[in-house]
């Protein structure tokens, strides 16, 4: 084998065992030889590269940018996919478009996609509510005081992006959603009254999400998500 086939099989390897790529790094080792460029570019690369450092919505367009990130999402990357899922279906009103990419996104485990494409599947109804059930039951954990501070985490990051572009498509689905009357015990409802996320539990106060009311948990995180969007 030669030194510089060596070189890119060992650098590739180093690559495999990290669990996150940044594109600052990425744009660094661009510089150092051709071995490293031929790396970077490589599929499995761009399919676990890290977006954090790019924004959403860049106040100018770029093609180089827009290359890049379509490059991202033919390698799998899920949050270039998320992201362009969430540009379409909020923004450039091409809801089957944005509802496929999201989709893809939530199959490959980018929690964002997950938690916007299941409560659009809520706010949708009828077969689909059952649906995104299903698909937001993957971000609960075993206690509720943990599940609550990982969904107020998504919430917040999501409704930030969304807040002013996105709020015409935000109040459509508020309209659009229609909450079931549930029969339950009630002590899902309570639960959630009673408890806020940025509090520590204990395990005399906690609750197990096995014995949540889910139609009352997610119906109380739809209410969350479109609180002040009139």
């Known amino acids: 084998m030669s030194k510089r086939r060596r070189e890119y099989t060992f650098t590739k390897k180093n690559f495999m065992w990290r669990s996150l790529l940044v594109l600052s790094a990425i744009r660094s080792l661009r510089l150092v030889s051709k071995s490293f460029r031929h790396i970077c570019d490589d599929k ?3 399919y676990r590269l890290s977006l954090d450092e790019i924004p959403l ?3 100018t367009h770029n093609p180089e940018r ?3 990130l379509k490059r991202c999402r033919r390698s799998g990357n899920s949050e270039a996919l998320y992201r362009k899922g969430l540009i379409n279906f909020f923004l450039d009103n091409h809801t089957h478009k944005g509802l496929r990419l999201l989709t ?3 199959e490959k485990g980018n ?9 659009v599947l809520i706010c949708f109804g009828d077969k689909t509510k059952q649906k995104g059930f299903k698909i937001l039951s993957s971000l609960m954990k075993p206690l509720m005081s943990n599940t609550m501070k990982e969904l107020v985490e998504l919430r917040y990051k999501i409704r930030d992006s969304l807040w002013w572009r996105g709020r015409p498509v935000m109040k459509q689905l508020k309209r659009t959603y229609v909450p079931e009357k549930c029969e339950c015990d009630g002590q899902t409802k309570t ?6 996320a940025w509090h520590g539990y204990g395990e005399d106060n906690d609750m197990n999400t096995s014995s949540a009311c889910e139609f009352c948990f ?3 995180e739809v209410e969350l998500f479109f609180d002040n969007i009139e």
């Open 44 to 46: 499995y690369v761009l």
């Open 57 to 59: 919505f860049p106040w």
């Open 66 to 68: 827009s290359n890049f």
């Open 104 to 106: 893809e996104a939530a």
């Open 111 to 119: 929690k964002e996609a997950i938690y916007v494409y299941g409560m």
């Open 191 to 196: 639960f959630l009254r009673k408890n806020c």
């Open 218 to 220: 997610w119906h109380h």
